[in-house]
């Protein structure tokens, strides 16, 4: 059966943080079945365009305040770019929200493409594929050894214990974003899922295929990478942005059309739906995801 998950908009400036919050019980109240939160740490690049200085929640926090407003939804996020952090405290961090959570955090990941936040955190851009690979396999590591140990010139840990571990099993999921060749080799080797952003139907059914192909070669079934994808649905009328222009995209004014397209990534091969509604402006949300949940979302269970 179909999964429908929806994003909170940590990411556009509402001045309110409670605003954003109240968005994750109400989601699970109307039965999506996740909700998802994104990663940046600097207002830079397109980010400083659409938001100034107005703030971009950080997304492990905003997952920790509704794990405990929440009790059945998925905790997600769409994605991390994990050059930018630390791949043991993050391990701790999601861990520990694991457990807060009883077992309902999923990481959506990444490397990264915004050369000015990179140039700001001092971390070449170069290095962010190698990166993003080590620390994937770090937090494995960590979280399903009992004396995890790992070397390598940025990394030297042994004989040591981390706790807590995760309670789901054998560790939390990573699901892998992007659709770079680079990406979707990721995804075949070392995804528990696929999470692209902005394709279409087609351009997905593509990258599943290449994924496919690619995970035989590892001896990996494709049936064991879960298939997700982040929709973007307008709010109003249109991109929500230049940079949205150029990315797949489904209009939430007409839930008839909502419902095909949703229907043509379902026969594409998705598994997981994250619908992107990409506004601040709460108003607008609110009801808008009622009306998917009411009208939409039952035809694709």
Excluded: C
């Excluded at 997700?228 to 709010?235: L, Y």
């Amino acid at each position: 059966m179909a999964q429908i998950g929806v994003t909170v908009p940590n990411n556009w400036g509402v001045a309110d943080p409670q605003e954003v919050l109240a968005l994750g019980p109400e989601a699970e109240q109307l039965g999506y079945d996740s909700i998802w939160v994104m990663d940046h740490l600097f207002n830079t690049g397109y980010i400083r365009e659409r938001l100034e200085d107005r703030p971009y929640y950080h997304p492990m926090a905003m997952l920790s305040f509704m794990a405990a407003t929440t009790s059945r939804v998925t905790l997600g996020t769409s994605v991390l770019v994990l050059p930018y952090h630390n791949p043991v405290e993050l391990a701790k961090y999601a861990a520990t929200l694991d457990q807060m959570s009883g077992g309902r955090v999923t990481l959506g990941i990444g490397a990264g493409a915004m050369t000015e936040e990179f140039n700001a955190l001092g971390i070449r851009m170069g290095q962010r594929g190698s990166l993003t690979n080590e620390s994937i396999t770090i937090m494995r590591e960590l979280w399903t050894k009992t004396r995890p140990q790992y070397r390598s010139r940025n990394w030297d840990f042994s004989d040591l214990y981390f706790s807590p571990k995760p309670v789901q099993q054998p560790h939390i999921p990573l699901w892998v974003g992007g659709s770079s060749p680079r990406a979707l080799r990721r995804a075949a080797r070392l995804g528990d899922g696929w999470h692209p952003t902005g394709l279409s139907p087609e351009e997905f059914a593509m990258g599943r295929r290449e994924i496919a192909a690619l995970a035989a070669t590892e001896k990996r079934n494709i049936a064991e990478i879960t298939m997700s994808a982040r929709i973007e649905v307008e709010v109003h009328p249109g991109p929500s942005s230049q940079r949205a222009a150029g990315r797949s995209r489904l209009p939430g004014h007409d839930l008839a059309a909502l419902r095909a397209g949703l229907e043509a990534y379902a026969e594409a091969g998705v598994d997981h739906f994250i619908l992107a509604l990409n506004s601040g402006e709460i108003p607008a949300i609110r009801p808008l995801m009622a009306r998917i949940a009411n009208e939409v979302i039952p035809t694709l269970r």
